[in-house]
C-alpha cells in the first residue's frame, strides 16, 4: 500500500503541511506541482466537478503513475468551487527514492488530469464569464 | 414501452439541459436515443451534441452508470431502465 491520498475539496489546502507530512525516511526525492489561479483579466474563477466520476478517475491515474514509474508516494487535491487570482487549484506531491521517477510521475499526473478527469472551469471577468477550453478539445 | 434513464449534464451542457433531470426513451434504448431526446429540450441543442452529418459529435463525451463508452459505435451502446448518462464536454481541470 503506497502512501498518499486523492481528495477533491470545496476548502483550501496548505501545501507546505501536505509536502511535510509526505516526508518518510525512504523518500529521497519529493516533487510537488501546484496549479495556481492566474490573472487572466479574471475577477474569478468557479471550478465544478462530476465529483464521483472525478475521485475515482484521480485514484486510477495514481495508481497508474505509481505502477508506470514506481513512485512510493503520491497525493492529489483538487479544489472545485468559486476561486479568486492566486488561490490554490491543485496539488501534486510526489515522492520517490530518486529524483527522475519523482519528477516523470508528477508530470504524468497533471497531463493525465487535464486530459481525462471530469473538472471544469468558468471565468468570470468585468464583461461576463467564459468557460475554459479543454488542452483535449 | 418507455423507459426512463437519468441524465446528468456539466459545465456547457449543464447550463442549456439542466443539472439532473430524466427522459423517456422507447426500449432497446441507445446512447443515440438517449442524447436526442436530450438535445431536443433546447432550441440550440442539437447543434451542440451533434455534427452535420447528425451523429454525436466527437468532443460529447458520454458515461452509462460512470463508466466512460468510447468507440466509433457508442452511440449504438445501449442503455437500460434507471440508467444514468452523463454528458459533457472535454474537460478543462489542473
Not at chain 1, 122 to 135: I, P
Request: charged share 30%; aromatic share 6%; glycine share 10%.
Amino acid at each position: 500500500m503506497i502512501p498518499g491520498k486523492v481528495r477533491i475539496t470545496r476548502d483550501d489546502f496548505d501545501p507546505g503541511q501536505i509536502l511535510q507530512e509526505a516526508r518518510s525516511g525512504t523518500l529521497g526525492a519529493l516533487v510537488s506541482f501546484v496549479g495556481v489561479v492566474r490573472d487572466d483579466g479574471i475577477e474569478r474563477m468557479d471550478l465544478e466537478a462530476y465529483e464521483e466520476v472525478a475521485e475515482v478517475e484521480l485514484a486510477r491515474i495514481r495508481e497508474q503513475a505509481i505502477s508506470r514509474f514506481g513512485v512510493s508516494h503520491v497525493d492529489i487535491v483538487h479544489r472545485i468551487g468559486m476561486l479568486k487570482v492566486g488561490d490554490h487549484i491543485v496539488m501534486i506531491v510526489v515522492g520517490a527514492s530518486h529524483r527522475k521517477a519523482a519528477f516523470e510521475g508528477c508530470e504524468y499526473i497533471i497531463d493525465r488530469i487535464k486530459e481525462s478527469v471530469p473538472i471544469w472551469k468558468k471565468e468570470y471577468t468585468a464583461e461576463g464569464s467564459r468557460w475554459v477550453a479543454g488542452e483535449h478539445e | 414501452m418507455m423507459i426512463s434513464v437519468r441524465v446528468r449534464a456539466f459545465a456547457r451542457f449543464r447550463e442549456l439541459f439542466g443539472e439532473r433531470f430524466e427522459v423517456a426513451v422507447p426500449e432497446p434504448a441507445t446512447i443515440r436515443d438517449v442524447v436526442m431526446a436530450v438535445g431536443q429540450s433546447n432550441a440550440n441543442g442539437m447543434g451542440e451534441l451533434l455534427d452535420s452529418g447528425g451523429r454525436v459529435k466527437s468532443s460529447v463525451i458520454i458515461l452509462v452508470n460512470r463508466e466512460r463508452v468510447t468507440g466509433t459505435h457508442r452511440e449504438d451502446h445501449p442503455v437500460a431502465d434507471g440508467d444514468e448518462v452523463a454528458i459533457y464536454p472535454p474537460v478543462a481541470g489542473g
